[in-house]
């Protein structure tokens, strides 16, 4: 079973940065697994923020993210971090982790079967 937990949320001023972290534990093998971060404000659907493929770890980023947002994939540890830098009050909002298992990975929440429970980013002005 596919387990994932996300954690690293906070409150931070406009401007800032926090580093989430998604650890995934349970019996599949991490490897061949797609993992998605998604973001859920208050009253708005959930959306896709960047996902890294399995295998060759390619990252792909929502527009509003790129050059702010950056993926990173710590194996031996069952881990995705996403760093999160110049963050602006748009980007308050819990934060999920999810897993797929193909090589590839989306920015379609409807693609993931496993989903963690979220954290929560406070961006303050």
């Known amino acids: 079973e596919v387990q994932l937990q996300a954690s690293g949320g906070g409150v931070v001023q406009a401007g800032g940065s926090l580093r989430l972290s998604c650890a995934a534990s349970?019996?599949?093998?991490?490897?061949?697994?797609?993992i998605g971060w998604f973001r859920q404000a208050p009253g708005k659907e959930r959306e896709g923020v960047a996902c890294?493929?399995?295998?060759?770890?390619?990252?792909h980023y929502e527009n509003s993210v790129k050059g702010r947002f950056a993926l990173s994939k710590n194996s031996a540890k069952k881990t995705v971090s996403l760093q999160m830098n110049n963050l602006g009050v748009e980007d308050t909002a819990v934060y999920y982790c999810?897993?797929?298992?193909?090589?590839?990975?989306?920015?379609?929440?409807?693609?993931?079967?496993?989903w963690g429970r979220g954290t929560q980013v406070t961006v303050s002005s």
């Open positions: 349970g019996g599949f093998t991490f490897d061949d697994y797609g």
């Open positions: 999810s897993a797929q298992g193909f090589s590839n990975c989306s920015l379609d929440r409807d693609w993931y079967d496993y």
């Open positions: 890294i493929s399995a295998g060759e770890n390619v990252a």
